[in-house]
């Protein structure tokens, strides 16, 4: 039987504008508009077949809309984590509440601090990068919780962005893609393929071939469209003020959790 195809967002809160920022200038984020990107974002995600599901609002935390931060998804695991922004990590408890109540395996980065958004997934190997926000105790207890579950986890350092999904993301046949200014060392990355657009960098698999894409990258998009996939432009130019991108707006839960 085919699992559901299921994925967590959370509403932008009402102090979204006062998001922190790493490597970028803060400029005005419009709050109207950036809701109205949200919910076009959630209907491409429903349009490709997905159901949504809520995490709760979280109105104190203007970066909670970036929900793929609060958890990873591992098969039928969910590994809760410990933001390393102090005042992020208020978003986890929603995130938390929320997969415990559809049944998932719940585990926690106890010790160290890590982001969902430096966690890429390639078939059986999971690079997780090593940046201001994940640091070496939370790439090792990662490791720890992973292994036993035939996942093996390579540490990744990364200088130049937010997070390591900021500058690489794969492909659905393991290409990893990535804006070369942006990325620390390209001849790490097996099967590395270059966009010639920074936001680019970021592709969310929404399955059967199509692939969801900034709309401020149409040439990035021509280059993975001649490559056999498809497409999907979202507007998510508020939340890329924030250094967000199409990846930090949701979760996908793409494995049933375990029988009781």
């Not at 579950?149 to 046949?173: M, N, W, Y």
């Not at 592709?203 to 056999?228: F, Q, T, Y």
């Not at 990846?247 to 009781?260: E, K, W």
Request: glycine letters at 8%; aromatic letters at 6%; a negative charge.
């Amino acid at each position: 039987m085919t699992s559901p195809r299921r994925a967590l967002i959370r509403q932008p809160a009402p102090r979204l504008a006062e998001g922190l920022l790493t490597h970028i200038e803060r400029v005005p984020v419009d709050y109207p508009l950036a809701c109205g990107q949200w919910f076009s974002y959630v209907e491409a995600l429903t349009a490709a077949g997905w159901q949504t599901i809520e995490v709760p609002p979280a109105p104190d935390c203007p970066d909670g809309v970036f929900v793929e931060d609060t958890v990873v998804m591992v098969g039928d695991t969910a590994i809760i984590t410990n933001p390393g922004a102090r005042v992020r990590r208020p978003e986890t408890i929603g995130t938390a509440e929320v997969l415990r109540d559809l049944d998932f395996r719940l585990e926690w980065i106890s010790a160290g601090t890590l982001d969902g958004g430096d966690v890429l997934k390639v078939g059986t190997t999971i690079y997780v990068g090593r940046t201001l926000r994940t640091n070496a105790a939370g790439v090792a207890t990662l490791r720890q919780i992973c292994e036993p579950l035939g996942f093996t986890v390579i540490a990744v350092p990364v200088s130049k962005v937010l997070h390591l999904k900021s500058a690489v993301t794969a492909l659905p046949d393991g290409t990893i893609i990535g804006y070369p200014p942006l990325v620390d060392d390209q001849q790490f990355w097996p099967h590395f393929r270059p966009v010639p657009e920074e936001s680019g960098s970021h592709v969310v698999d929404l399955g059967d071939g199509r692939l969801l894409m900034a709309a401020s990258a149409p040439r990035s998009a021509e280059l993975i469209a001649d490559l056999g996939f498809t497409p999907v432009p979202v507007d998510i130019s508020e939340f890329e003020k924030l250094e967000g991108c199409v990846t930090c707006l949701s979760v996908r839960l793409r494995h049933s959790p375990p029988a009781p």
